[in-house]
């Protein structure tokens, strides 16, 4: 390998260890970005998912993987959930929230299945899927609180399975994105 493409490498980790952090400082300080407006929260939403995307890793088992049955299964345990826990009260919701949520589903797959994911993968599927779990649970506590901390631990690990499963980001993210709808859309 040569000085220069040793150079480029070490500057693309820089670079994917800078948008990591920066990842992890907003989905933190998110409830900040929710009093400031959907505006500035769809702007960090837009800037979280192109950075994560940018810098996603490849799963190495991409090509000929199961993309169906993975979003299937999914797609039933999110409808199971929602079924199990019963009525809710009605929010007023409106197209801005849909779409904060819908994006917010996106962007948070990029980093937590396409970039986080993607990393920790070269230490084993079991760390790629309990790591990226654990680090979804552990920055939706700001937002939503510690008696949340299980529920989104089991999301982070249906969604963890679904990348492992499928091989791409794209289909804990359709999860993710059904998942908030539902939510909302009582």
């Known amino acids: 390998m040569t000085a ?3 150079a480029r490498g070490r500057g693309s ?3 994917a260890l ?3 952090l920066a990842a992890a400082v907003f989905l933190v300080t998110r409830p900040a970005f929710e009093r400031l407006g959907a505006p500035t929260l769809a702007i960090g939403y837009v800037a979280l998912g192109a950075a994560s995307a940018w810098v996603a890793v490849p799963h190495a088992r991409e090509r000929g993987a199961s993309t169906w049955m993975p979003l299937g299964v999914g797609l039933a345990a999110v409808l199971a959930a929602r079924l199990a826990a019963g009525p809710a009260p009605a929010l007023p919701v409106g197209l801005t929230v849909i779409a904060l949520d819908v994006g917010a589903a996106v962007a948070e797959e990029a980093f937590f299945r396409g970039f986080l994911f993607g990393r ?3 230490r084993g599927v079991a760390v790629a899927v309990a790591g990226s779990a654990l680090a979804f649970a552990f920055l939706h506590v700001p937002l939503y609180g510690w008696a949340a901390f299980p529920v989104d631990l089991g999301a982070g690990l249906l969604f963890s399975w679904q990348r492992a499963a499928s091989g791409r980001w794209s289909v804990p993210a359709a999860t993710h ?3 908030n709808l ?3 859309l009582r």
């Open 4 to 6: 220069a493409a040793a």
């Open 13 to 15: 980790e820089l670079a």
């Open 18 to 20: 800078a948008i990591g």
């Open 120 to 122: 920790l993968e070269t």
């Open 177 to 179: 994105a059904f998942a």
């Open 182 to 184: 539902v939510a909302v």
